[in-house]
Structure formats: C-alpha cells, structure tokens
C-alpha cells in the first residue's frame, strides 16, 4: 500500500487536551474541545470554572519568530492593560509549543479567553468603544517595527492579484478589475503616513464584547507594520458591509471614528486614506485566500469571485466616490 505526504491534518482534542494539561501543570478536569478548523485550527481547553483557547498553527504558515512576535506584542498590550487575549506562559515558562503532525512541525500557543459574545451588529456605543481600544493599541505601538510584514503597496496589493492569477484568468473581467484597483491608489498614498504595529484584521468577528461593554480583541496572527489607518478602513469596510441601512452605517462610523480621535487624532490625509485603506486591506485578504486555496475558502471560484468579492469591492467604491488617479 502506498503512503501519500498530508498538507493539513486536525489533531485530536482529546490527545492535545492531555498534551495541554502535562504542559500547562493543569487540572484532569480540563476538558478540550475542537472550535474551528481555519487559517489555523482553534481550540477551547475548559473545566467548569475557567476556559483557554488552544491555537494550533497550521503547518509552514507563521515561523517561530514570527509567533514570537506576536507573542510579544499581545504580552505589551495586556502589560498596559488594553483588552486583548494573551498569550500564557507553560510550567517551564515557554510560550509555544511544537507538536510533530502528519505534515510537519506545527506550533501550539495557549490563550486566555476573551469573555463576552461575538455582536455583529454593533450598537453606537460599542462601535465608539472599539474605536477607543483600537486608538490606544495605536498609541501605545506607535512608530514601532517587528519583526514581521510590512504592509505597503507591494503586499497589499501587488502580490494578491499575482495569488490569485495561479486560479483565474487574467482575460476575466473581474481579474481585469481587481488589477485595475491600483489605479486608484497615489504612489505616495503608502508613504508619509503616521506608521506603527496594525492588527489588519479587527471586526466583530474577532473581539468579544462583554455584558458591561469591555471590548477585548484576539487573533492578531496578521499583525504587522503598517499604516494605522488600515486597521480603521478596514473595520469602517466591514462596518459598510454588514450595515445594509447605509443611513445607519453612516451614524455607527461616526461613533466609532468619534471614540478613534477621542484618543488618537487622524490627519486630515488619514481621513481622506479611510476609503482606500480599507479598499487595499480587502483586496489583500483576497490574496489570503488565494494563497492558502488548500484550507482557506472552498468557495474560491469565478461565481464567488464575481458575485462576492468584486461585488463588495465596487459597493465600497462606489459608495466612497474613490476615483482613479490621472496620469
């Protein structure tokens, strides 16, 4: 019989939960569970009083130091009590684990858990919360460099579309379309800016709102350097997106951009970057999916490419009035 290599396997929970105990000095009593399967696969370790999250990194997707990074980062946060998950120390005080998979070396980090639920649809003083969290972790990173990708024009934009020609044509419309989304960036619309440390992925799907309102974000596996107004166009794109009533929209932004400058002032060419910014962190994730095709979107197609993606693309546009440069 022939043995095939694996790309992705899904390790047990019940082998990890026993694995997570030894190694964390925990309770028999804990309990571990499989969450999701995702960019990376999630786990929830619990007994009846107190709940972790276990991240299992996927194989070959973020390096050791790249987590280290991350770690590092999420450890200055919580020491300058902003609400975020953070990372937790093993009985030897380590912070990653390395656990040998069908595929490869995968990493394991163990998190606290954020309390509260996942809201998304975000009242007004919510939406001025986040604003304030997310002003703060800018502060506090502001002008900082880790050791991890820089988001510029190259990695926003560039490389996503040369992702996504390995599945379509570039003869597409749509391919056409996403290639065009260049045109309406400046060359020095990535330049000149107020940089620091960005999380790029902050929306309802990645914080937890508690019953008194605290806002506590995880998931920073895209943070990175960058312009801190991509973390504000992109939480104002998605804002956009789930708001059908753009009326509605309009009021929520508002608050949220209201609670933003209540900590961190925006220039006035940080307000004019919002719709682009947000336009570039989408086309990004676009590329995300692309590049990890294998286990990040079975519905990567022509028909979800043209009904979803490039949908929501020039609704964002349109809505935005964002025009082409001239040449």
Known sequence: MTEFPVIASTISAKELGEFAKEKYGLHKNFDCKLFRTGMNHTYFLSDNETKYVLRVYSHNWRSKSEINEEIELLNLLSENNLGVSFPIKDINGDFIQEIKAPEGIRYVVLFSFAKGNKVRFLDTETCSLIGELMAKIHNLTANKIIDR??????????????????????????????????????????????????????????????????????????????????????????????????????????????????????????????PKAGLAVFVFYLGVQAKRFDWSNIFLSENYLKMFYVGRLKSWIEYNNIEKRTA
């Open 149 to 274: 990708i820089s988001y510029d024009k190259k990695s926003l934009l560039e490389l996503p579309y040369t992702y996504l020609k390995e599945f379509f044509s570039e003869e597409l419309p749509e391919m056409e379309f996403i290639k065009g989304i260049d045109g309406f960036f400046e060359k020095t619309d990535f330049e000149n800016c107020k940089k620091g440390v960005v999380h790029l992925d902050i929306w309802y799907d990645n914080m937890a709102v508690s019953d008194e309102e605290k806002i506590t974000i995880y998931d920073f596996d895209f943070c990175g350097n960058g312009e801190p107004i991509l973390d504000v166009g992109y939480f104002c794109n998605q804002l956009f997106h789930i708001e059908t009533d753009k009326k509605e929209y309009g009021i929520k932004k508002k608050y949220f951009l209201d609670g933003y400058q209540s900590i961190r002032q925006l220039s006035e060419k940080e307000m004019k970057m919002i």
